[in-house]
């Protein structure tokens, strides 16, 4: 337990500016929907679908191979080195070529579209954004790997922050006309400066790289890489679907209005599983580096295992909390974001299970076969690519969020059974199963009792979510 609490302390401190500062972005939400057009909203969302695909490209794994790497080499100054050398090199290549083919890209993204809602200047801000991130993922990777937990923080917390009060600056005090450019612009100006506050990172660059060493991270991460697209798929392919597969109704005037109003509805809604995404994020951020130097020790399967009970049993308690008090949260999105409200427990349970697939995956990275979680997430993809296809024409997105919960719940299940064949390890399945099906039964419960008065449903909700903390704390699963 020592090592579990050690593992608590190491995720408090990462996701304090991650779910404080997120969670304060979280009311960016109703700032952005009750002051910018339905469409508007989708244009960017879809954005950051696509920009989510380039952030893979442009890292190649290289972050995950670093911290690999850096448990076994004796010259990490070297594994830095040549990381950073690497990741410096491909991303001048990527702006420079962006740029100079910046019309073919940009008349790209718009695709389908019957007018261009993709404009240069919004390409621009993202080649920009793209790039400072990307030169941020080793120095961020090294903070990590020298457990400078508090270092890490600050530096995410001033990102964060800045993002959040340059919004609030555009949208309540210079109100400029167009509120994407503004979004974009938030997000760039918190790029820069916190590139700028890696600077004592960047200073201990030196070119004493190793030719031999990339060929070895390469081979490691760029598995990596096509998992993490093919994650990427499962993660944000429906933004883009709904883009181009979506049925337009007859007698629609404006068609690229309407497809941009279902991304914006369809994106709103899904920023309430936002609570639960937060916890995973910061999950990852401690739990990578904390499972690998840990992977040698002769009891690092029982870890794991204890690990992924409580880390499972507490996804569980934050479904059931956003679902508990739903008829609350709902006023974050403005009035006509609600239509989608029905998309809510289906991605979160579909987020639950990406959670567990999280921690599952630990196997392929620990005995160097990542080329398995590239099979894994290859075939999440081709479920997340063909159910698309055929439900979205016909469900909308609604038929994306249903997608979305059948692709992770399979790539937890393929990422379960590969891992007891190759690496085994002794999870409380049963068990675990009990919980996570006793908090759907519940949510059922909250969502047929027939209580109509807010304040009486709020209460009888609390005391069912009460219910079932109180029993998980109380469970020989937690307490073993």
Known sequence: MSEIKKLASQTTIYGIPTILGRFLNYFLVPLQTYNMPVSDYGVVNTFYAYASFMMILLTYGMETAFFRYSQEEKA????????????????FIFFLI??????????????????????????????LILSFDALRAIPYAKLRVEQKAKRFAIIKSVDIFTNIGCNLLFFLVIKPKDLISAIFLSNLIASVVSFVLLTPQYLQFRLNFSLSLLKKMLKYGLPVMIGGLAGMINETFDRIALQHLIAIPKGCIDSSKYIMNQIGIYSGCYKFAILM??????FKFAAEPFFFSKMKNADAKQTYSKVMSVYTVFLCIVFLAVMAYIDVLKYFVEEKYRVGLMIVPVLLIANLCLGVYYNLSIWYKVIDKTIYGAYITIAGAVITLVLNYFSVPIFGYMGAAWTTLICYFAIMVICYFCGQKFYPINYPIKQLSFYFLLAIILYFVMK????EHLLLRLAANTVILAGYIFLTLKSKLLRS
């Open 76 to 91: 990490k100054k070297v594994v830095y080195n040549t990381a950073m050398l690497s990741l410096f090199s491909t991303t």
């Open 448 to 451: 047929l009792l027939p209580i």
């Open 277 to 282: 995404t937060l916890f995973i994020q910061a």
């Open 98 to 127: 962006t740029f100079i083919f910046i019309n073919p890209l940009t008349n790209l993204m718009n695709g389908n579209l019957a007018s261009n809602v993709f404009s240069n200047k919004y390409v621009l801000m993202f080649l």
